[in-house]
Structure formats: structure tokens, C-alpha cells
């Protein structure tokens, strides 16, 4: 019932193409929080999303929250290699907790 | 910008040894927490701890973990008896508020258990 889905496990792109990665639950969602890893990395802090229909940005990365807020989606626009890691979604409990999906791991093509 | 910080990067360990793994928390957080990674992985949650107590723990937080704040400023995590399975990246993360809230990592523990 916690769980948090992500899909797709990994993805290659050619720079300069677009990137999405999808996180879904069963259950509704209070809120959810997208992290990136870089390989070697520490889960770094992107955004929190809480409102049903949600959708903000940040320059090329557009997250979205579900009407029903029981899914997720961070879109990148353009990608660069910057962009390579791994994007988890996430959601925090009353205490704090973070339920992590599985991650997504972007590899880009220069 | 205020950082968690964790010592050390890199710890190797023997199994059945004790590992004490070490976290420096942003000063004004108030919530802790140590969260597992192993090789290629999802990141798992621990435990958290608030007010000198443990306020949630994972079903992998067995009798073998322990965390303590000795003081004002670190957050411990201590592995009795390592066994190779403990072998992965630990994170620690603290947070000014519980619940809805950016929560920052530390850059992590990397532990191998031979």
C-alpha cells in the first residue's frame, strides 16, 4: 500500500531529445518529492509537489501531479548530459519518512 | 549552504565486526534519519529519530542497528555484528520540520563487509 512504482527503469536518449519518467501508486498520495542521484552521488532534493493537478517547473524539468494524486511525472525538455542520473520519486510520511520508487536512470548521448 | 556531512566515506569492515558510522545533521534540524542503498538499488528507509528517540524504524532496523545522538551535534548509527548483506551505501538525512519537507542527504557512507 506504501509502495511507489516508477517506470521506466532506465532510459537512453540522444542528447538534445526529450526525457519522462513516471511514478504511480495505488493509493492516494499526500504529496510526492522527486530526487536525482548522479552516479556516486547522494539523492539530491528537487521539488514537492502536494496540489491535485499540480504542475511545476524548473528551466528544462516539468513535474506533474495527478488530478486524482495518485501519479507523478518529471519531463525534461532537451536533455543534456548533465541531466545523466538516476530520478527517484518519493513520498513523505507524517514522520518524515521517505518512500522511494525505484528510481529511473537517464543515460544521455552526447 | 548548510550540508549534512558523514564520516567516513569508506568503511571496511570484517564480518561480525561493530561499524559506527557517523553523521553531522544541520545545526537548526531537528529530524534524523539514516537511509540504506545497496549496489544498484532504491534507497530505503531506516530509521528516524526526534527528540533523543527513535520515532519510526524499518523492517530492516533489527536488534543489530542502533542510532544515538552522543551530543549536540552528531548522529550515530551503529552496526553490531556486520554480515555481507549490510554491505551498501548508508545516508543520512535531517530535516528542520517532520512530514511534508525537503529533506537534505549527507554524501553518504560506503561500507563493505568482507
Known amino acids: 500500500g506504501q509502495q511507489v512504482m516508477q517506470i521506466p527503469q532506465y532510459q537512453h536518449v540522444q542528447e538534445g531529445e526529450d526525457f519522462t519518467t513516471y511514478c504511480n501508486s495505488s493509493t492516494t498520495l499526500s504529496n510526492i518529492q522527486w530526487y536525482k542521484q548522479r552516479p556516486g552521488g547522494h539523492p539530491v532534493f528537487l521539488i514537492q509537489l502536494v496540489k491535485s493537478g499540480e504542475v511545476k517547473k524548473q528551466k528544462r524539468l516539468t513535474f506533474q501531479f495527478g488530478e486524482a494524486k495518485k501519479n507523478s511525472s518529471l519531463h525534461i525538455t532537451a536533455t543534456q548530459t548533465t541531466d545523466v542520473g538516476t530520478y527517484f520519486c518519493g513520498r513523505s510520511s507524517n514522520t518524515g519518512k521517505l518512500i522511494f520508487g525505484q528510481g529511473t536512470t537517464l543515460q544521455v548521448k552526447p | 549552504e548548510p550540508e549534512v556531512t558523514q564520516t567516513p566515506s569508506h568503511q571496511v569492515t570484517q564480518m561480525g565486526q561493530e561499524v559506527i558510522l557517523r553523521c553531522v545533521p544541520i545545526?537548526?534540524?531537528?529530524?534524523f534519519y539514516w537511509y540504506r542503498q545497496i549496489l544498484g538499488q532504491k534507497v530505503e528507509f531506516l530509521v528516524s529519530f526526534y527528540n533523543n528517540e527513535i520515532s519510526e524504524k524499518s523492517e530492516i532496523f533489527d536488534d543489530q542497528f542502533s542510532v544515538e545522538r552522543p551530543d549536540g551535534s552528531n548522529f550515530t548509527l551503529k552496526i553490531r555484528s556486520t554480515k555481507l548483506e549490510d554491505s551498501a551505501m548508508y545516508f543520512c538525512?535531517?530535516?528542520?520540520?517532520?512530514?511534508?519537507?525537503?529533506?537534505?542527504f549527507g554524501p553518504g557512507t560506503r561500507l563493505t563487509v568482507l
Open positions: 538525512a535531517s530535516s528542520p520540520t517532520s512530514g511534508r519537507t525537503r529533506t537534505p
Open positions: 545545526s537548526n534540524h531537528l529530524y
